[in-house]
């Protein structure tokens, strides 16, 4: 509970590396969630950032919100330009021609750009090893185009592509799951965060940048305009997505699972699904559908997190063991 103390805000820096004046919708969570990411990545930084909201709203000529190098990629190659920047930064400083610096290479993209069109390109980053952050702001939909349906779209959501109707539902696939298609490369570190957790987020994200190797967070970032809920209960809905398990926090360090927030009893997803406009056709059977979808994937999460912390403590204390026999 240390990262929730009331003096805890005192010790998170004042400046700021994207700058107030942008201009996203009003209570735009994924807005707030690249502010905290900004505060715990530092200034000394390069920033590839995919087509989307946070580009559009943030780097309108001659005007911009970053106070980094920003690079603006195409939706398909944030990760194959963040490689580049990495392998460059390293030629460079191999042949003499940069002083040696700890800079941080950091990509940046939505759902679309991760999950759907930039899949490819981040699939080899990954595999290849570059020594970077990816970094994905979920706000489930191509909400900068239009609010159009992506594979992070849940369940049920009414979208301008997957339009609820007298023959529909929805969106007819359940939510693709972005960070299992990351920790399947066997990377060092993949994470999920919300800006409603922001110590939590911030943790992540200094966590991440430290380490020597591609890693991977994703973090839920709630849109009112898209999700057509008021603007403020941007982080309300945040919370409630963890608290239902709809949307759980947990790090995958080297392959072990670690739940960063663990209910001892979740609430029922109706309550997350009722503040929003998009879900606000589904039926008491679709609702059940989801809620017992929800409640076996967590099960099966906690599950897997138990295992191993089990199977640590376990580790640990044949070590002990160990130690004490060669004492003595």
């Known amino acids: 509970m240390d990262k929730y103390g009331v003096f805890v805000p005192r010790l998170v820096t004042k400046k700021e590396i994207f700058a107030p004046g942008h201009r996203a919708c009003i209570g735009c969570g994924e807005a707030l969630a690249v502010r905290l990411a900004c505060k715990a990545l530092g200034s000394n ?23 980094v190098p920003w690079i603006h990629t195409l939706f398909e190659n944030t990760a194959a330009v963040a490689s580049g920047i990495e392998a460059g930064l390293k030629v460079l400083t191999r042949k003499g021609r940069r002083a040696a610096q700890d800079t941080k290479v950091v990509a940046m993209a939505g759902d679309g750009g991760t999950s759907d069109i930039g899949l490819q390109a981040l699939s080899g980053a990954l595999e290849r090893r570059h020594n970077f952050l990816y970094i994905c702001f979920d706000n489930e939909a191509y909400m900068n185009t239009g609010i159009q349906r992506s594979s992070s779209t849940p369940y049920g959501a009414s979208t301008t592509t997957s339009p609820a109707g007298k023959v529909s539902i929805g969106q007819f ?100 699904l009722k503040l929003q406009g998009r879900f606000r056709h589904l039926s008491e059977d679709v609702i059940n559908r989801i809620q017992q979808r929800v409640t ?15 199977e640590m403590q376990e580790r640990v204390e044949k070590e002990y063991a160990k130690s004490g026999e060669k004492a003595s």
């Open 45 to 67: 930084v390069i920033v590839a950032n995919a087509t989307g909201c946070m580009e559009i709203v943030s780097s309108q000529i001659p005007y911009t919100s970053w106070g």
């Open 173 to 272: 696939s359940w939510k693709k799951n972005m960070p299992a298609i990351a920790a399947a490369h066997d990377i060092p570190y993949v994470a999920t965060a919300c800006h409603s957790y922001p110590f939590d987020l911030m943790e992540k994200v200094e966590k991440a940048v430290a380490i020597k190797g591609p890693a991977y967070l994703h973090i839920l970032s709630v849109c009112p305009t898209g999700w057509r809920c008021p603007v403020e209960l941007t982080v309300r809905i945040g919370r409630l997505a963890v608290d239902t398990g709809i949307f759980p926090l947990y790090e995958i360090e080297n392959g072990k699972y670690k739940l960063s927030v663990d209910r001892p009893k979740l609430k029922p997803v109706q309550d997350y």
């Open 296 to 310: 076996a994937d967590y099960a099966k999460l906690k599950k897997r997190a138990e295992a191993e912390d089990t």
